[in-house]
């Protein structure tokens, strides 16, 4: 069962903590778009360097 995208967002909040809205956009093969409302939020995602080197949804997904 794919994970749904609300949920990604919402794991990214819990991250990030944007101080603005952001938006998730789903491209192709499970690729997505953020944008963020925020210059500010856009520098400090950046500036935390590569996200997750050993990223695994399985293991925040949904029962």
């Not at 809205?21 to 520098?43: Q, V």
Request: net charge positive; charged share 20%; aromatic share 14%.
């Amino acid at each position: 069962m794919p994970i749904k995208l609300d949920e990604i967002q919402a794991h990214l909040q819990k991250v990030w903590h944007p101080s603005s809205a952001s938006h998730l956009i789903p491209l192709a093969r499970g690729f997505f778009y953020i944008h963020f409302n925020d210059e500010n939020d856009i520098r400090k995602v950046w500036g935390r360097g590569t996200c997750m080197p050993f990223f695994s949804p399985i293991g925040w997904k949904s029962a």
